[in-house]
């Protein structure tokens, strides 16, 4: 069971890795020997996390700065990914904006397309690119971090749910298109105590989490880390297409 998420030789990218859940899963990658591409807006945070990361595990990391909503740019992150290191083992899709509005009126053309650009078009461009060099190389794993906003919309977060259902969507999609050597699975994510949770209301957070989650509560971010280790390692090599709901059984 130990040698299944030991990462030791695999090249694992994650986006949206500075900070939150993505920063929680290049710690765990790297911890299990994992040569870690680290990728987000801001070139100086991405140095920073790969620093921090080499000098508490002493693996390999690199820095990669990438704006994901731009189709360019993801272009040129997998090029030169690609170019510079070789094929990746794994593909973490993290990266994700969820704007808010007044009303469903006030959604500006803007706002709808840089929240569709960054949860869905970057996704889809990157791991298109990346699954190719994934085939030609005979293996490996994408990973696409959804969200329970995709099955449970709500008014006020409606562009992002539309932009997580269409990433539910392209998994199953990627899943059938980069099989049989490449493996695409989702994972939908319910609330989690990351930084964005600092704005919430305490109290009526806890009061809500009682009353639709199982659990009962919110999730603390290194929650995540078990479902992605097993859908990046061995242990999950019968499962493909596959959405699993980590979110306190959200009712």
Known sequence: MDSAVDFHGRRVMVTGATRGLGRHMVEAFAARGAEVIVVSRKQEACEQVARELQET??????AHSCHM???????????????????????VNNAGISPTYDSLTSISEELWDKTLDVNLKGPFRLSALVGAEMVSARGGTIINISSVASIRPAADWLPYSTAKAGLNAMTEGLARGLGPTVRVNGVICGAFLTDIAQGWDESGTQARMKATTALERAADPSEIVGTVLYLSSDLSSYTTGAMIRVDGGRI
């Open 69 to 91: 909503g731009s189709w360019e740019a993801v272009t040129d992150l997998a090029t030169d990914v690609h170019s510079s290191l070789g094929p990746l083992d794994v593909l």
């Open 57 to 62: 595990h002493g693996g390999i990391a690199h």
